[in-house]
T-cell receptor, first 112, second 115 residues
């Protein structure tokens, strides 16, 4: 069964304290891995798409990487405005289906 | 640039009542989706529409129906609401075709409570 697991469930950092969020997946035929940011009371906001192992994407203080079994979202010198829930989702399957399977998210709190 | 608009933003229903959640997108995307989000769980797909005129069941379709009214609009209907359907409902759209892994773009959700 296709599955996506995110860890940790919650993470508290001091401003400037770098860390990483993990997204591990077991799917048949990965077609894409997506990272989203979700603020309270809002819908998920797209951050990155990764397609193949070894690929990396960067945006400001965020860097996403992908291996054959997991993806990491690295946050360098975070600021309080980076506080949010970060969601990982995979698109899989060889039948051209483009449904997404979501993890349950990592709640990040960055203290000033 | 509105993107994906969902109405209403909040709703309280009594068990057995019916209602329709509305979703409209101005991104000219072919595919549209309805998800529910519950505490501690990932977003779960209820129904999706790959293109105008087609709809398919997702992971948790029981108790729901959908209508793809046109390319812009995709509605979700609860015929007889149950407390287990208390959740936050998100609509999303996606461009490209099934061979291009474009990201989905989400609305800000409808928070539904069923008493």
């Amino acid at each position: 069964e296709d599955q996506v697991t995110q860890s940790p469930e919650a993470l508290r950092l001091q401003e400037g304290e770098s860390s990483s969020l993990n997204c591990s997946y077991t799917v048949s035929g990965l077609r894409g891995l997506f990272w989203y940011r979700q603020d309270p009371g809002k819908g998920p906001e797209f951050l990155f798409t990764l397609y193949s192992a070894g690929e990396e994407k960067e945006k400001e203080r965020l860097k996403a990487t992908l291996t054959k079994k997991e993806s990491f979202l690295h946050i360098t010198a975070p600021k309080p405005e980076d506080s949010a829930t970060y969601l990982c989702a995979v698109q899989a399957g060889m039948d051209s289906s483009y449904k997404l399977i979501f993890g349950s998210g990592t709640r990040l709190l960055v203290r000033p | 640039n509105a993107g994906v608009t969902q109405t209403p933003k909040f709703q309280v229903l009594k068990t057995g009542q019916s209602m329709t959640l509305q979703c409209a997108q101005d991104m000219n995307h072919n595919s549209m989706y309805w998800y529910r989000q519950d505490p501690g769980m990932g977003l779960r797909l209820i129904y999706y529409s790959a293109s105008e005129g087609t709809t398919d069941k997702g992971e948790v379709p029981n108790g729901y129906n959908v209508s793809r009214l046109n390319k812009r609009e995709f509605s979700l209907r609860l015929e007889s609401a149950a407390p287990s359907q208390t959740s936050v409902y998100f609509c999303a759209c996606q461009g490209g075709d099934r061979h291009i892994n474009q990201p989905q773009h989400f609305g800000d959700g409808t928070r539904l409570s069923i008493l």
